[in-house]
């Protein structure tokens, strides 16, 4: 088990620039998550893919963020634009079964984004 | 919209203190309950879940929690805390119309003395 990994693990760009954050989630899982976390609160659901099918989406996600699976296995999330509130930190998890199972989540470490 | 609460934002104890952290959801439907943690410097990880049966879960680490489905909360609980056991805890909720989403409470600082 390698665990999900992030690239990179922190960010700093000025606002208006786009940016793109990878996910690789573990090898076996075909189902993968994003969050946003941001100082002080607890993560919040921004979308969900299985296999390479983009199933859900929160409110959340603005026509700025845009995320991709293309091949079932690693994804991106770009943001276009980016604002100063979108500074957060952007967790990627991922399972193998649905959570309406009770299936855990395993999550990276996140990338922290700073916009400036 | 389903959403979770967590009453105590920062705790502090001493070790060999017991410790609960409070934790009630808004939704009446059915849901799986977790509680996830994170320690200084690491990615957050399952601690326990309630999927259904025994509303008294155990995890690890010592740890339990008690499904009371009346009073909509999914307590956590350990009887005797370690220095080991300071992290951020934050109980989340799966609700059965919401999908795949899990919701997260604002997460419980906890620093145990040693």
């Known amino acids: 088990d390698t665990g999900v990994s992030q690239d990179p693990r922190h960010k700093i760009t000025k606002r208006g620039q786009n940016v793109t954050f990878r996910c690789d989630p573990i090898s076996e899982h075909n189902r993968l998550y994003w969050y946003r976390q941001t100082l002080g609160q607890g993560p919040e659901f921004l979308t969900y893919f299985q296999n390479e099918a983009q199933l859900e989406k929160s409110r959340l996600l603005s026509d700025r963020f845009s995320a991709e699976r293309p091949k079932g296995s690693f994804s991106t999330l770009e943001i276009q634009r980016t604002e100063q509130g979108d500074s957060a930190m952007y967790l990627c998890?991922?399972?193998?079964?649905?959570?309406?199972?009770?299936?855990?989540?395993?999550f990276g470490s996140g990338t922290q984004l700073s916009v400036l | 919209a389903q959403s979770v609460s967590q009453h105590n934002h920062h705790v502090i104890l001493s070790e060999a203190a017991s410790l609960e952290l409070g934790c009630n959801y808004s939704?009446?439907?059915?849901?799986?309950l977790f509680w996830y943690v994170q320690y200084p410097g690491q990615h957050l990880q399952l601690l326990l879940k309630y999927f259904s049966g025994d509303p008294l879960v155990k995890g690890i680490k010592g740890f339990e929690a008690e499904f009371i489905k009346s009073k909509f909360s999914f307590n956590l609980r350990k009887p005797s805390v370690q220095w080991s056991d300071t992290a951020e805890y934050f109980c989340?909720?799966?609700?059965?119309?919401?999908?795949?989403?899990?919701?997260f409470g604002g997460g419980t600082r906890l620093m145990v003395k040693p």
């Open positions: 939704y009446g439907g059915t849901v799986n």
């Open positions: 989340a909720v799966n609700a059965q119309n919401a999908g795949n989403m899990l919701t």
């Open positions: 998890a991922s399972s193998s079964q649905p959570l309406y199972r009770g299936e855990k989540l395993f």
